[in-house]
């Protein structure tokens, strides 16, 4: 039995989502590098947005032969839902976007690791 129906599907959306922040934690990243460089503008994605397309499964592609390679439905997302805000860098701003998206990632690798933890007890048969 794959892992994936074991949860009800939920590890590969949390699976989707510490990709997400992941990438966006990137991009935060980048913001702050650039922080003194001229011209440079502000890049970010709204997490929500870009989640729930996820989840609705928009940006799936139909295949039409089993030899066809299937399109990541988040990568046809994140490149629908990327923003470039024309603005500068504001560190501040930015250092908040990091903290929170860190705490995001850490509580959502908490969740899963809980999730493993659970089965592996009920694998134990309650620790017997």
Do not use: W
């Not at 039409?64 to 439905?73: F, P, S």
Request: without cysteine.
């Amino acid at each position: 039995m794959p892992v994936n129906k074991l949860f009800g599907g939920n590890i590969e959306i949390m699976r989707q989502a510490l990709t997400l922040r992941q990438e966006r934690h990137g991009l935060i990243q980048s913001n702050v590098a650039n922080y003194e460089t001229p011209g440079y503008t502000v890049q970010d994605f709204n997490f929500a947005k870009v989640m729930e397309s996820v989840i609705a499964g928009q940006g799936e592609l139909a295949r039409t032969n089993k030899g066809h390679m299937q399109l990541d439905a988040m990568e046809a997302s994140k490149t629908r839902e990327f923003a470039s805000e024309k603005r500068p860098v504001d560190l501040d701003e930015e250092m908040v976007k990091m903290a929170e998206n860190q705490l995001m990632f850490q509580a959502i690798a908490k969740i899963i690791g809980k999730k493993f933890v659970g089965i592996r007890y009920a694998i134990d048969e309650g620790g017997k």
